[in-house]
């Protein structure tokens, strides 16, 4: 009889761990309800994409809540997943079916969901926020495999949100909007709905990418006379792009966005050379790109834009950068590509977390110095006469230095001494007539291209000769 009881007790205990999970979407306490439907995408997309948890962390992690969401590797169907900057690193940290919840013990404490797979699990903290907060933050790992978030949203509230979307009237420039298809449909231009993929690029005509809970998550606008307001009442716009609209200029309402814009990109707009105060609010912003817009500086007001990740300012008329750009801990990548007056890149001294630096056609005479982690320079037609100060400009395993059209007299061999690792290293049209010894001592140099330089033919052998033995492609 006891043999019997044990027995029943432990298949009762196989049957609670089998049958755990719970509703992804949807959790009903004595606290109340709390009902996350109306913050997931429905698109097989993550609603909180590439969040990260600090400055130049390595890891980004996208969380979707109630829906799966893919993206690449081991990321199909899931909740949360995490893929390192170079995308070689990709891995489930839970789906929607291993979902739990958890009331949280006393009556302040906040709710919370845990996913799991394989070995690792996620654990989403649930902020109920008083306003119209939406954001994911990325805790950490702690411990092993086990990684922390913290979600900020009205439907984080217990009865904050019943699942449909909250129906929220918005009014701008005298008008009153209580729908995104309201919105749209108010558009004195044509906006195709989800066209079929894939879209060309650059796009030639204007569209928006709306999920099914009727909001228009992205929207891409091509040759329009100028941004109706009520575009800013869009409340889950997380990208704009606008391209080839000569008379658009960015209006400060932009703002109205920050609790959701995550990309804003604007090409070929207005010239009339400046941004408003109010876009450095974009918190949220991730990536930023204004190219040919008459740009003549950016403003300090830039260290604000604490999740920028990636700047483009390329074909404007820059003189200079501010100094804010070396202190954006979260920036990755900056172009500023075409600034014909640019002649300083000294403001990135020190960052940290810059990869790639794109400066080419513009007037720099000498690199900046300390930027430890470079790993992509590309700063072709410039005025550079030397690479000097290259040792502390990149990271020791590089992958291109991009240099043609410039003035390099020589390359001194300290520059290239600590170098251990450069796939493509670009040098043609210069006036070159040797290479230092560090250079050769260089691993995985897959190209190196040095032609139209002063060399002699009997230096020129003496290169082939070198990197025929390590199967380097020399252009000379
Ligand atoms: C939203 O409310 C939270 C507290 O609930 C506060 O910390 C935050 O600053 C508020 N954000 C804005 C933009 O008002
Ligand atoms: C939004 O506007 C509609 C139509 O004008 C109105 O019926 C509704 O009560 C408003 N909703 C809120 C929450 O103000
Ligand atoms: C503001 O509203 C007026 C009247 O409806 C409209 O003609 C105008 O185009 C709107 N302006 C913008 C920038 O949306
Ligand atoms: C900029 O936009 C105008 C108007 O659409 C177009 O004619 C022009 O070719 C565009 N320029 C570039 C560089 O794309
Ligand atoms: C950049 O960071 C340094 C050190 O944290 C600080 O002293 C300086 O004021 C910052 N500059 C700007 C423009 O934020
Ligand atoms: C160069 O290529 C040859 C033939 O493909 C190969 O045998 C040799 O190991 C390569 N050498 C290096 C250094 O990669």
Same mark, same amino acid.
């Given at each position: 009889?006891?043999?019997?009881?044990?027995? &029943?007790?432990?298949?009762?205990?196989? $049957?609670?761990?089998?049958?755990?999970?719970?509703?992804?979407?949807?959790?009903?306490?004595?606290?109340?309800?709390?009902?996350?439907?109306?913050?997931?995408?429905?698109?097989?997309?993550?609603?909180?994409?590439?969040?990260?948890?600090?400055?130049?962390?390595?890891?980004?992690?996208?969380?979707?809540?109630?829906?799966? +969401?893919?993206?690449?590797?081991?990321?199909?169907?899931? #909740?949360?997943?995490?893929?390192?900057?170079?995308?070689?690193?990709?891995?489930?940290?839970?789906?929607?079916?291993?979902?739990?919840?958890?009331?949280?013990?006393?009556?302040?404490?906040?709710?919370?969901?845990?996913?799991?797979?394989?070995?690792?699990?996620?654990?989403?903290?649930?902020?109920? #926020?008083? !306003?119209?907060?939406?954001?994911?933050?990325?805790?950490?790992?702690?411990?092993? /495999?086990?990684?922390? +978030?913290?979600?900020?949203?009205?439907?984080?509230?217990?009865?904050?949100?019943?699942? *449909?979307?909250?129906?929220?009237?918005?009014?701008? !420039?005298?008008?009153?909007?209580?729908? /995104?298809?309201?919105?749209?449909?108010?558009?004195?231009?044509?906006?195709?709905?989800?066209?079929?993929?894939?879209?060309?690029?650059?796009?030639?005509?204007?569209?928006?990418?709306?999920?099914?809970?009727?909001?228009?998550?992205?929207?891409?606008?091509?040759?329009?006379?100028?941004?109706?307001? #009520?575009?800013?009442?869009?409340?889950?716009?997380?990208?704009?792009?606008?391209?080839?609209?000569?008379?658009?200029?960015?209006?400060?309402?932009?703002?109205?966005?920050?609790?959701?814009?995550?990309?804003?990109?604007?090409?070929?707009?207005?010239? @009339?050379?400046? $941004?408003?105060?109010?876009?450095?609010?974009?918190?949220?912003?991730?990536?930023?790109?204004?190219?040919?817009?008459?740009?003549?500086?950016?403003?300090?007001?830039?260290?604000?834009?604490?999740?920028?990740?990636?700047?483009? $300012? /390329?074909?404007?008329?820059?003189?200079? $950068?501010?100094?804010?750009?070396?202190?954006?801990? @979260?920036?990755?990548?900056?172009? =500023? !590509?075409?600034?014909?007056?640019?002649?300083?890149?000294?403001?990135?001294?020190?960052?940290?977390?810059?990869?790639?630096?794109?400066?080419?056609?513009?007037?720099?005479?000498?690199?900046?110095?300390?930027?430890?982690?470079?790993? =992509?320079?590309?700063?072709?037609? %410039?005025?550079?006469?030397?690479? /000097?100060?290259?040792?502390?400009?990149?990271?020791? *395993?590089?992958?291109?230095?991009? +240099?043609?059209? %410039?003035?390099?007299?020589?390359?001194?061999?300290?520059?290239?001494?600590?170098?251990?690792?450069?796939?493509?290293?670009?040098?043609?049209?210069?006036?070159?007539? *040797?290479?230092?010894?560090?250079?050769?001592?260089?691993?995985?140099?897959?190209?190196?291209?040095?032609? !139209?330089?002063?060399?002699?033919?009997?230096?020129? #052998?003496?290169?082939?000769?070198? &990197?025929?033995?390590?199967?380097?492609?020399?252009?000379?």
């Amino acid at each position: 009889m006891i043999f019997w009881l044990k027995s &029943f007790t432990s298949l009762l205990v196989v $049957l609670t761990t089998l049958v755990i999970a719970d509703d992804p979407c949807r959790f009903e306490h004595s606290k109340g309800v709390i009902d996350l439907r109306s913050l997931a995408r429905t698109d097989g997309k993550a609603a909180y994409p590439d969040k990260t948890e600090s400055a130049g962390a390595n890891y980004l992690y996208s969380y979707n809540p109630c829906k799966p +969401f893919s993206e690449v590797g081991d990321c199909i169907d899931v #909740a949360v997943c995490q893929i390192s900057r170079d995308k070689e690193n990709v891995f489930s940290l839970g789906e929607q079916e291993s979902a739990t919840w958890n009331p949280g013990e006393g009556p302040d404490d906040s709710p919370s969901i845990t996913y799991r797979s394989g070995i690792r699990e996620a654990s989403v903290t649930l902020i109920c #926020a008083t !306003n119209e907060t939406n954001k994911l933050e990325v805790l950490g790992e702690d411990p092993e /495999d086990y990684y922390k +978030f913290r979600l900020t949203n009205k439907c984080a509230c217990w009865n904050g949100c019943d699942g *449909t979307p909250p129906q929220r009237n918005c009014t701008i !420039n005298g008008s009153t909007y209580t729908s /995104d298809k309201q919105i749209i449909r108010s558009l004195p231009f044509t906006v195709l709905i989800n066209p079929p993929q894939p879209q060309p690029s650059p796009p030639t005509f204007s569209y928006a990418n709306v999920d099914r809970n009727s909001h228009v998550i992205e929207l891409i606008l091509v040759n329009i006379p100028n941004i109706p307001l #009520a575009l800013f009442c869009l409340s889950n716009l997380q990208e704009l792009s606008i391209f080839n609209s000569p008379n658009v200029v960015i209006p400060p309402e932009i703002s109205r966005l920050s609790f959701s814009l995550t990309s804003l990109i604007v090409s070929n707009i207005s010239q @009339s050379g400046s $941004l408003p105060v109010e876009l450095f609010n974009l918190e949220l912003l991730s990536t930023l790109s204004i190219i040919n817009g008459g740009l003549e500086v950016l403003s300090e007001d830039a260290n604000k834009l604490i999740s920028l990740t990636q700047l483009t $300012l /390329d074909k404007n008329r820059l003189v200079s $950068l501010p100094w804010a750009l070396g202190n954006l801990s @979260s920036l990755t990548s900056l172009s =500023v !590509n075409d600034n014909l007056h640019l002649s300083s890149l000294d403001v990135l001294h020190g960052s940290t977390s810059l990869n790639i630096l794109r400066a080419s056609n513009c007037m720099i005479n000498h690199l900046p110095a300390n930027i430890p982690n470079l790993h =992509v320079i590309e700063l072709d037609g %410039n005025q550079l006469t030397s690479l /000097d100060g290259l040792d502390t400009t990149a990271s020791h *395993t590089s992958t291109s230095f991009s +240099f043609n059209n %410039n003035k390099i007299v020589s390359i001194s061999s300290v520059s290239l001494a600590r170098m251990e690792i450069l796939n493509y290293f670009y040098l043609s049209n210069n006036l070159l007539t *040797t290479l230092p010894d560090s250079l050769y001592l260089i691993k995985d140099m897959k190209k190196l291209d040095i032609q !139209n330089n002063n060399f002699d033919a009997k230096e020129k #052998a003496w290169i082939e000769g070198i &990197f025929r033995v390590t199967n380097t492609t020399v252009l000379v």
